[in-house]
């Protein structure tokens, strides 16, 4: 049996989503109503992160009271567009480290071809949040996949803004151990790999390249 596919429908998620989906929403809205989406979208995808108690003094008396250890988070973005859902997850888990996964598609065989990766050392005491706003073919999201449980992380998930069910269904079948947090599961990728209704390019509407 396949992870679960969490479906975020947090009504200020929903909401923000529509904001960008908007044709008309400029680079500066689309890119602040990204990292507000990836603030609260944090919030879901490490509900069950561990945490451990730690000996602390109110102004009363000690107590021990939870804290999470941010530095076993890593949160690896998939260039380029999941860069632009970074700055919203290091806001909330500011401790947390940073992966890079770079991959193009080869024009002729259609393969993801790596072109850069780093991750954080001693990966096997860590929980990787594998990051992408649009899971689309799926067929990059997979490789990053491959690639990441080569460091052979304690744990891996995927978040993504939208997901096409093609997308969903590509990772479930080559990785259905991770589970996948998205705020919308769409109808379905056009032909040339597009997500409809969608939000249109993620990477030149963060970067303003179109
Ligand atoms: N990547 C995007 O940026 N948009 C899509 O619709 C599909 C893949």
Do not use: W
């Amino acid at each position: 049996m396949s992870a679960q596919v969490h479906h975020i429908t947090h009504p200020l998620v929903q909401h923000k989503l529509t904001l960008m989906r908007n044709k008309d929403a400029s680079s500066t809205t689309f890119r602040t109503l990204l990292g507000e989406l990836a603030m609260l979208m944090a919030y879901e995808v490490t509900r069950d992160t561990p945490t451990q108690q730690v000996e602390i003094e109110t102004p009363l008396e000690k107590m021990a009271s939870p804290m999470v250890d941010g530095k076993k988070l890593v949160f690896a973005s998939i260039l380029r567009a999941g860069n632009g859902m970074l700055d919203g997850l290091l806001r909330v888990v500011p401790n947390a480290r940073v992966g890079t996964v770079g991959l193009y598609r080869d024009p002729k065989t259609l393969q993801a071809v790596e072109y850069y990766f780093k991750m954080p050392a001693d990966m096997a005491e860590r929980d990787v949040i594998a990051v992408d706003p649009m899971l689309a073919t799926g067929h990059s999201a997979v490789a990053a996949i491959d690639r990441i449980k080569a460091t052979h992380p304690r744990s891996i998930k995927f978040l993504c803004l939208l997901a096409a069910p093609e997308g969903i269904r590509t990772l479930q079948a080559a990785h259905p151990d991770v589970p996948i947090y998205t705020a919308a599961i769409d109808r379905e990728l056009n032909e040339h790999g597009y997500i409809l209704p969608g939000l249109g390019d993620a990477g030149d509407r963060i970067f303003g390249t179109k």
